[in-house]
């Protein structure tokens, strides 16, 4: 147990729908990453954020967003849905260090019908 | 812009023999390297990283890495394969140079065979 977790583990959902996928970073963890799996694209990433703040992003698309809260957990919002997006969605975290260890939660595993 | 492969999808080993998972990276910097391993249906787990100092990185499970400046490789080695090894493996990067991102491989899938 990596002390990363989110909710919920699957999702269906029809095109053109919108979801929050959430994530609680390990305790003391101040970055968030979110990463999307699918099986052509292998592990991409999409967004960071650090203390509340975003600080990298990556390959995601206009349909989605991110943030982090005050209590850092981090929410990923995704809408428009379309069949591509089905994929597994997962957030890790990590303290501040340099050459930071990332941390991953199990995924949610989202399915667009 | 950092880069990394693995120029294998799928590694297939005998139980006990020696496994190497290969990664080559790319970086304007000097170089953050991660190893990471996902089981079926679990997220990744750490396995080890170079940041600086001894070449030869010791990890979880008996797994080991070079790190190879000179070829910008990061081989992860076992000396003796497990069937329980079998999973899908992933390198990572990142410039230490600037920048947040960590860029992941593509994944090798590791076969253990008994």
């Known amino acids: 147990d990596s002390g990363v977790t989110q909710t919920p583990k699957h999702l269906i959902t029809a095109t053109g729908q919108r979801v929050t996928l959430r994530c609680s970073p390990r305790s003391g963890d101040l970055s968030v990453y979110w990463y999307q799996q699918s099986l052509d694209q292998g592990l991409q990433f999409l967004i960071q954020y650090y203390n509340g703040e975003e600080r990298a992003k990556g390959n995601i698309l206009e349909r989605f967003s991110a943030q982090q809260f005050p209590d850092l957990h981090s929410e990923l919002n995704l809408s428009s849905l379309e069949l591509g997006d089905s994929a597994l969605y997962f957030c890790?975290?990590?303290?501040?260090?340099?050459?930071?260890?990332?941390?991953f939660g199990p995924g949610t595993r989202l399915l667009v019908l | 812009a950092q880069s990394v492969a693995q120029p294998e999808d799928q590694v297939n080993v005998a139980e006990g023999n020696p496994l190497t998972v290969k990664c080559t990276y790319s970086v304007s910097g000097n170089p953050y390297l991660f190893w990471y391993v996902q089981y079926p249906n679990r997220g990744l787990q750490f396995l080890l990283k170079?940041?600086?100092?001894?070449?030869l990185v010791k990890g979880s499970y008996g797994f080991e890495a070079e790190f190879n400046k000179s070829q910008t490789s990061f081989h992860l080695k076992k000396p003796s394969a497990l069937v329980s090894d079998s999973a899908l493996y992933f390198c990572?990067?990142?410039?230490?140079?600037?920048?947040?991102?960590?860029?992941f491989g593509a994944g090798t899938r590791l076969f253990v065979k008994a």
């Open positions: 170079y940041i600086t100092g001894d070449n």
């Open positions: 990572a990067v990142r410039d230490s140079g600037g920048g947040f991102k960590t860029i």
């Open positions: 890790a975290s990590s303290t501040r260090t340099a050459g930071e260890t990332q941390y």
